[in-house]
Nanobody
């Protein structure tokens, strides 16, 4: 059992920055991969970024490459997403998720545990 809680969302102007955090508890040693996904109104949930246990494997969606940075601190059981150069199209509810498999996946269905989400709103 894994529990995930996101924080750090908010409202910013285009070009601004936000840092999201995801605190994990429970059987955290099973979080082989952790990822960030987002869902805008009327849209399907989409992949944003993922990172392996040691940080040796990192993947980003093309839409956020060069602007977002994913990291994790296993001593604190925390996942992060640094978001710079935010655009209005980044507006969405952002969820962190945990995958109990040592292989990268960008599919939401491959992640077992999910946080409640945190709202990010970017105005023009």
């Amino acid at each position: 059992q894994v529990q995930l809680v996101e924080s750090g969302g908010g409202s910013v102007q285009a070009g601004g920055s936000l840092r999201l955090s995801c605190a994990a508890s429970g059987r955290t040693v099973e979080n082989y991969f952790m990822g960030w996904f987002r869902q805008a109104p009327g849209e399907e949930r989409e992949f944003v970024a993922a990172i392996s246990w040691s940080g040796g494997v990192i993947e980003y969606a093309d839409s956020v490459k060069g602007r977002f940075t994913v990291s994790r601190d296993n001593t604190k059981n925390t996942l992060y997403l640094q978001m710079n150069g935010l655009k209005p199209e980044d507006t969405a509810v952002y969820h962190c998720a945990s995958r109990q498999h040592g292989v990268l996946s960008t599919a939401p269905s491959d992640y077992r545990y999910w946080g409640q989400g945190t709202q990010v709103t970017v105005s023009s």
